[in-house]
Every structure is written in structure tokens, then in C-alpha cells.
């Protein structure tokens, strides 16, 4: 990705989120304790709420009329994040609220990244619908070990590599918009005379459709 990647720290933020959840799924997964266990369960909702909130920004940056709401949900998820730990580490330790708040907030951040890629046409809605179902129908473990839910792990192995991709091209994508409006407002400009003035990539960027 290159330096002046429109969303490099975003995504680089997110790498770090993502490195994280998975440092602490593999400790629990070797060492299951209450702190493990808690460690990783705020990880994997951390990283779901970042992947939403990834979206937020990626959809919303590039709007200024609307960055007030990429604020307020921005802000509103630290918060719900910090009430969430707290509620289940000072409170109580609800099972069923933690599965039902992760499934919540993946559904919205599936929903929404798989609605504006449908829009963009650059990926199937459907392609990996059989990921998920693999974490909602759960069956008897096969030799004591072979689950549903292993085989959900095993089943990330290859996404992200997918994933990755996407935020590369589709920051060469933006790098490469703002150097061709930058290069024809400078025509312009040339053409009928005006003083050639700086160009505010934002405003230009929000008047193209994303």
C-alpha cells in the first residue's frame, strides 16, 4: 500500500486490531483462564466493531456534510465497547449477551460492506454466506475434536488474504481519483484562465459517487 494512501492509518489500525484478536484467540485457545477467556472475547468483538466502524469511515470520510455522523458513530462505539467489557467483566459474565451483541454487530457489518460492494460490483454477496453458518449450526465434536466451530477457524485461514487485496486496491483506487481530479482541475484552471488554486481533495472527492 503506498504511503500516501488515502487510508493507510486507518487500515493500518485495523491491522493492529486484527493482530491482537488473533494473539489472544491462539493464548486462549492454548490456556483457557477467566483472563484469556475475557482477553479474548473483547478481542474478537473489538475487531468486529473495528471492521464496522472501518466501514464508517471508508464510506463516510470522503463526505464532509456527513462526518458528523462518522463521529457520533465513531464515539458511540468506543463508549458501547468500554460499557460492554465492563458489563461483562464487573457484572456479569453473560454468555448470551456477548454471542448475541457479536452476532448483532457482524450481521450490520456484513450487511454493509456486502451492500456498497454489491453497488460497486466488485464482489458477490453471497460468496462466503457458508462462513457464518458454520458458527450458528453447531454439531457433536467428530474424534473429540473436529467442530463447528474449528472448522470456522480453519475457514479464516484464506480470508484474509481476500481481504487484504480489497484495501489495497481499493487505496491505489482512491490515490489514483484524487491524482486524475487534481490533474483536470488544473486544466481547467489553465484553459479558461483562472488562478490556479489548491485544490481541496475532499470537497473535489464528495462529488463523485462511491
Not at 469511515?57 to 470522503?62: A, E, N, P, S, Y
Not at 458454520?134 to 473429540?144: A, M
Not at 481481504?163 to 486496491?169: A, E, K, M, R, T
Request: glycine share 2%; proline share 3%; hydrophobic share 45%.
Amino acid at each position: 500500500m503506498p504511503r500516501n494512501a488515502p487510508f493507510r492509518t486507518l487500515w493500518a489500525i485495523f491491522g493492529y486490531i486484527s493482530l491482537n484478536t488473533w494473539f489472544w484467540s491462539a493464548i486462549f485457545h492454548t490456556r483457557d483462564t477467566p483472563f484469556t477467556e475475557r482477553m479474548d472475547y473483547f478481542s474478537a468483538f473489538l475487531l468486529v466493531l473495528g471492521q464496522f466502524n472501518s466501514f464508517v469511515v471508508r464510506f463516510l470520510k470522503l463526505r464532509r456534510n456527513l462526518n458528523w455522523l462518522m463521529y457520533l458513530v465513531n464515539v458511540g462505539s468506543l463508549f458501547y465497547f468500554m460499557y460492554h467489557c465492563n458489563y461483562l467483566s464487573s457484572i456479569k459474565f453473560d454468555y448470551g449477551y456477548n454471542m448475541r451483541t457479536n452476532i448483532f454487530v457482524g450481521i450490520l457489518n456484513s450487511f454493509c460492506w456486502l451492500s456498497w460492494c454489491a453497488y460497486k460490483i466488485f464482489i458477490k454477496k453471497n460468496k462466503y454466506i457458508w462462513r457464518c453458518a458454520l458458527s450458528v449450526f453447531d454439531f457433536r465434536p467428530i474424534w473429540w475434536f473436529l467442530d463447528s466451530h474449528a472448522l470456522w477457524h480453519f475457514s479464516t485461514i484464506i480470508l484474509p488474504y481476500y481481504w487484504y487485496n480489497f484495501i489495497v486496491d481499493d487505496n491505489y483506487y482512491l490515490k489514483n481519483l484524487i491524482k486524475f481530479l487534481n490533474e483536470y482541475l488544473s486544466r481547467l484552471c489553465l484553459s479558461k484562465k483562472i488562478p490556479k488554486k489548491k485544490v481541496d481533495e475532499k470537497h473535489q472527492i464528495q462529488k463523485i459517487r462511491y
